[in-house]
């Protein structure tokens, strides 16, 4: 079936460092691709939207200029935290749909980020 | 804005007893519904989803769903739980148009299973 990978599983970066964050949809083309976050023992909340070949779509809250996010194929979303700080510390998780409707909404595995 | 609401946070069961999961949600259109279950540092697998027809829907590992309009809740229910199932549960309500894919989750439900 239809796989989404994350990568890394786990990172650790310094205050004040960036680190990318890569979501591949694996066997099918993924027009859109969604980044949540979760901070520990707390739900997932959705932080922005990434379009193929546009700009990504951020909710409201979210900072753009922190969490870059690039989608520059059908098969890769990228998400870069800029300027780590302790607070960014969590679990950064993305999806991936096909085109059209129906199609079924895939996780990745997620990714741990811990700023020291 | 669409909203879903886990009421319980924790739930505890013996293996082999049923279990029900609940979940309310508030949309003003049709919505599109998603169960996924979370291992501890593990990301979301889909346990099973309702867009449209049987009001139950049948999932993964023996789970099944009820969507009643009625009462904007779409429960989560297993006949018999077993210990591999304790994990923790998150409801999600999605919309349809342009927006599609974008989901709402609600605070999930932590199953912990006694032997």
């Known amino acids: 079936g239809a796989v989404v990978s994350q990568h890394p599983s786990r990172v650790i970066c310094k205050s004040g460092t960036s680190v990318k964050i890569e979501c591949r949809s694996l066997d099918f083309q993924a027009t859109t691709m969604f980044w949540y976050r979760q901070f520990p023992k707390q739900s997932l909340m959705l932080m922005a939207t990434?379009?193929?070949?546009?700009?990504?779509?951020?909710e409201q809250g979210v900072e753009k200029d922190k969490f870059l996010i690039n989608h520059a194929s059908l098969t890769l979303s990228t998400l870069t935290v800029t300027s780590a700080h302790p607070e960014d510390s969590s679990f950064y998780i993305c999806?991936?749909?096909?085109?059209?409707?129906?199609?079924?909404?895939?996780f990745g595995e997620g990714s741990w980020l811990t700023v020291v | 804005a669409q909203s879903v609401t886990q009421p319980d946070i924790h739930i505890t069961v013996s293996e082999g007893a049923s279990l029900e999961l609940r979940c309310n949600y508030s949309?003003?259109?049709?919505?599109?519904l998603f169960w996924y279950v979370q291992s501890p540092g593990q990301g979301l697998q889909l346990l099973l989803k309702?867009?449209?027809?049987?009001?139950l829907v049948q999932g993964i590992k023996g789970f099944e769903a009820e969507f009643k309009r009625s009462q904007s809740s779409f429960n989560l229910r297993k006949p018999s739980v077993h210990w591999s199932d304790a994990a923790e549960y998150f409801c999600?309500?999605?919309?349809?148009?342009?927006?599609?894919?974008?989901?709402?989750f609600g605070q999930g439900t932590i199953l912990t299973v006694h032997p």
């Open positions: 309702y867009f449209s027809g049987d009001t």
């Open positions: 990434s379009n193929e070949g546009s700009k990504a779509t951020y």
């Open positions: 949309y003003g259109a049709t919505p599109y």
């Open positions: 999806s991936a749909k096909g085109t059209g409707y129906g199609n079924t909404i895939y």
């Open positions: 999600a309500v999605g919309e349809f148009g342009t927006s599609y894919g974008k989901l709402t």
